[in-house]
């Protein structure tokens, strides 16, 4: 079996030349955020140093040893309350101690007052659990506690590997500059692990029902890209390798790195040779000598899955290209066998290439027999230089994985891309015509309260919030300084000086503490985006269906009294019921709500809404239907209408932006160019169904004066639409313009240049 901890050794490159990038040094510190409810998991080894810091808050602490045996004593601590009785949102923590094999009847917690900052040392090697406890209602109502940061200061001179998946049944390393062959049998589990970064791991798999017949079976790339249609192999169901036969032999389960080569050969000795070294180690030869004993012949040149390798193709000369990977300490690939399967690991010896980050070093490889639960997930970072957090199954997946196994990444957690029963047209005119429910717990969530909490607001976000009531939110834009959007969200005004941000991104959060930081203002941010998972309800029969569900006290909005922008808290059914918030928002343009609740309680209100939904013919609905009906509807999107250098004008968002206002940030910037604007949003309405990709060129004759931003047939209107940012001396409604196909040129399609929304321009069906 393996050890948890390598032996780190210099490999002997001059250290100038590779400062072991990701690699935390012992004055570095891998940095976390614990919000209410949360619970957060992290493998300490002997002399690692655990920091938690905050105000007035519980923090309750779980540790485990390999045995799944209590471990508090190696923090110096003492259980003293039942885990059972916290109030957290335990799933993934109960799942987690299930998988190990363990049982959480009586588990006990160490808590702890947090009031600054406390440190703990790890004694031993232990897999801890910090909690922050909250109660449901509180979290619900912005009566919360801080979110606590927590930070981890690793003991130098070790490597860590990954905590297993699963139970290990092999475990083995690849040493650098070598090859090793193994056997997996159909359905085991592959790890394939970059230990300490930035290293290339050529793979290559055979079938073993070939060889035994004397014939070569494997992985073929140039099938494997035709098959998922796309160069790179992702994990979720376009995921699979195949032989040159079209058959399935690996499928990605996880992949935490996301950048790999599929395209190329493992490096040969006539590679190294015509660049005059020759006699190189190189991985053609290592895959050779390790497939020897299999009786498969040598080649001077393998082809490879290039794992961890760093390669792209240049959208101008169509050359590939390379630079130092973008793997990071402990990333690896998970992959379950299809069938039974020989396969050779590399551990790359390429040091005169940026492939391996200029110093070789080694592979690890873990081997998990069949049936091991082992769950699909990739790896999600808030910001490039964020802990890796692995994407999560939502609070509501127990309920749409019976409904759909489309599901696609948001963010960190799983998501439905489409219900084949209903499919994506289907979605469509139920969100239409009746009511859809849809899984929109990816959304970002924030708390600001405190004295200071509206002037920190009326600095950073563009709209003017002096007018906003208790109960009331708004649509508005965190923009910087230059008036490029960063975020845009909702904005809730739960009490006098409590507000909900719900947004899009990390960033907000990171602007918004910024801000205070800088200011000394007295307002404090508290990360909700775990603690409340959120649905929305959409569609003309939306507020009939919660009128059988939807319990409120008299001291907040009733449903029949919201108005659009409308938010009050509810319960379940009576005053006894699950707590959620409600609001009246939604992204499609259709009279809607937007439910947000604990993570324990979402289950019971999803059967809530889909039980009293029955008789509207409630439909759940994906990603897919909303793309269109959003673009239907004219509401931006990040990377599409709002990207980086495009400002709140140019992003067609001026309606969110109240230059009334004395200041925010950016205000200069917009008014500047709000006075003589380039560029503006506008849409384009096509005769036939052909639609254009994102970024696909407008012309005017020869003249390229725009580009399209988003695009979908719009199902209503008959035909295909699309926005799109136009020089402003060609935005006229009703110009006729060419969208480019086919590098722009090889076909046009004919467009006129439309008003956007494209349907119900008055907002009239989501004010019904």
């Given at each position: 079996?393996?050890?948890?901890?390598?032996?780190?050794?210099?490999?002997?490159?001059?250290?100038?030349?590779?400062?072991?990038?990701?690699?935390?040094?012992?004055?570095?510190?891998?940095?976390?955020?614990?919000?209410?409810?949360?619970?957060?998991?992290?493998?300490?080894?002997?002399?690692?140093?655990?920091?938690?810091?905050?105000?007035?808050?519980?923090?309750a602490v779980i540790a485990f040893d390999a045995r799944g045996r209590s471990a508090l004593g190696a923090l110096g601590l003492t259980g003293t309350r039942p885990v059972s009785g916290l109030p957290f949102d335990d799933q993934a923590y109960l799942a987690w101690v299930q998988a190990k094999g363990g049982t959480t009847d009586d588990q006990r917690a160490a808590l702890i007052e947090v009031d600054g900052r406390i440190i703990l040392k790890a004694g031993a090697e232990c897999s801890v659990w910090v909690v922050l406890p909250t109660p449901p209602a509180q979290a619900i109502t912005g009566d919360t506690m801080a979110t606590l940061s927590v930070s981890v200061s690793r003991a130098a001179h070790t490597v860590r590997l990954p905590e297993p998946l699963g139970q290990v049944a092999d475990a083995f390393t690849v040493p650098r500059g070598t090859a090793?062959?193994?056997?997996?049998?159909?359905?085991?589990?592959?790890?394939?692990?970059?230990?300490?970064?930035?290293?290339?791991?050529?793979?290559?798999?055979?079938?073993?029902?070939?060889?035994?017949?004397?014939?070569?079976?494997?992985?073929?790339?140039?099938?494997?890209?035709?098959?998922?249609r796309q160069p790179y192999p992702q994990p979720g169901l376009l995921d699979k390798f195949f032989d040159a036969d079209a058959r399935p032999m690996l499928q990605v389960v996880q992949d935490t790195c996301g950048r790999h080569d599929t395209y190329g050969l493992a490096c040969t000795a006539r590679g190294y040779a015509d660049r005059g070294f020759p006699g190189h180690l190189n991985c053609s030869d290592n895959i050779s000598d390790a497939m020897d004993p299999y009786g498969i012949a040598r080649r001077p040149a393998w082809p490879a899955i290039n794992f961890f390798w760093n390669t792209w193709v240049d959208p101008r000369s169509g050359h590939i290209l390379t630079e130092e990977s973008h793997s990071r300490p402990g990333d690896y690939v998970a992959m379950r066998a299809l069938c039974d399967l020989v396969c050779v690991s590399t551990a790359c010896p390429d040091d005169i290439d940026p492939i391996n980050g200029w110093n070789p070093t080694d592979v690890h490889v873990r081997i998990y027999k069949r049936n091991a639960p082992i769950p699909r997930a990739v790896a999600y970072r808030a910001k490039e230089d964020a802990p890796m957090t692995l994407s999560r199954e939502s609070a509501f997946h127990r309920r749409t994985a019976a409904l759909t196994q489309d599901m696609a990444p948001a963010r960190d957690l799983w998501l439905p891309n489409t219900y084949p029963s209903t499919g994506t047209l289907g979605e469509y005119w139920a969100c239409r015509e009746r009511v859809t429910v849809q899984d929109m717990s990816s959304l970002r969530k924030y708390d600001i309260v405190g004295p200071d909490a509206e002037t920190v607001l009326q600095q950073v976000l563009t709209r003017d919030l002096s007018r906003l009531a208790q109960w009331r939110?708004?649509?508005?834009?965190?923009?910087?300084?230059?008036?490029?959007?960063?975020?845009?969200?909702?904005?809730?005004?739960?009490?006098?000086?409590?507000?909900?941000?719900?947004?899009?991104?990390?960033?907000?959060?990171?602007?918004?503490?910024?801000?205070?930081?800088?200011?000394?203002?007295?307002?404090?941010?508290?990360?909700?985006?775990?603690?409340?998972?959120?649905?929305?309800?959409?569609?003309?029969?939306?507020?009939?269906?919660?009128?059988?569900?939807?319990?409120?006290?008299p001291h907040v909005p009733a449903l029949e009294q919201l108005n659009w922008f409308g938010v009050t808290i509810a319960r379940l059914g009576d005053r006894d019921g699950a707590p959620f918030m409600l609001s009246r928002t939604g992204y499609t343009g259709e009279l809607g709500y937007e439910v947000f609740c604990a993570q324990s309680d979402a289950v019971t209100i999803w059967d809530a809404l889909m039980e009293a939904g029955q008789a509207h013919g409630v439909t759940p609905m994906g990603g897919a239907a909303l793309d269109i009906i959003r673009t239907e509807a004219g509401f931006a999107a990040p990377g599409a209408e709002f990207a980086p250098g495009v400002d709140a004008m140019e992003a067609g968002l001026g309606f969110a932006v109240d230059f009334r206002k004395a200041s925010f940030v950016g205000k200069a910037a917009l008014e500047r160019n709000a006075a003589a604007p380039r560029r503006v949003l506008t849409g384009l309405m096509f005769g036939?169904?052909?639609?254009?990709?994102?970024?696909?060129?407008?012309?005017?004759?020869?003249?390229?004066?725009?580009?399209?931003?988003?695009?979908?047939?719009?199902?209503?209107?008959?035909?295909?639409?699309?926005?799109?940012?136009?020089?402003?001396?060609?935005?006229?409604?009703?110009?006729?313009?060419?969208?480019?196909?086919?590098?722009?040129?090889?076909?046009?399609?004919?467009?006129?240049?439309?008003?956007?929304p494209f349907v119900d321009p008055k907002r009239e069906r989501a004010r019904a």
């Open positions: 079996m393996e050890n948890a901890l390598l032996e780190f050794r210099n490999v002997g490159m001059d250290s100038r030349f590779r400062a072991f990038p990701g690699f935390p040094a012992p004055s570095q510190a891998e940095h976390h955020k614990l919000s209410p409810r949360g619970a957060l998991r992290i493998a300490l080894a002997l002399g690692d140093l655990l920091s938690v810091s905050g105000d007035a808050a519980t923090l090793r062959a193994y056997s997996l049998a159909r359905g085991d589990i592959v790890q394939i692990i970059d230990v300490e970064g930035q290293q290339c791991s050529d793979f290559m798999a055979f079938r073993t029902d070939s060889l035994d017949c004397g014939r070569v079976a494997m992985i073929d790339s140039t099938a494997t890209r035709s098959m998922v939110g708004t649509y508005a834009l965190i923009c910087d300084d230059t008036g490029a959007v960063v975020d845009d969200g909702t904005l809730f005004r739960l009490g006098p000086q409590v507000f909900r941000w719900c947004c899009g991104s990390e960033e907000s959060a990171r602007r918004i503490e910024a801000h205070v930081a800088q200011t000394g203002q007295q307002a404090r941010l508290t990360d909700m985006s775990d603690t409340l998972a959120n649905l929305a309800l959409q569609g003309p029969k939306s507020r009939d269906v919660l009128a059988q569900v939807v319990f409120t006290q036939g169904d052909d639609v254009p990709h994102h970024g696909a060129p407008v012309f005017a004759g020869e003249r390229h004066v725009g580009q399209v931003t988003s695009a979908t047939r719009s199902p209503m209107l008959g035909h295909g639409i699309a926005m799109a940012r136009l020089a402003i001396e060609f935005s006229e409604t009703g110009a006729a313009l060419e969208v480019g196909m086919m590098d722009g040129r090889m076909k046009r399609l004919p467009a006129v240049v439309a008003t956007v």
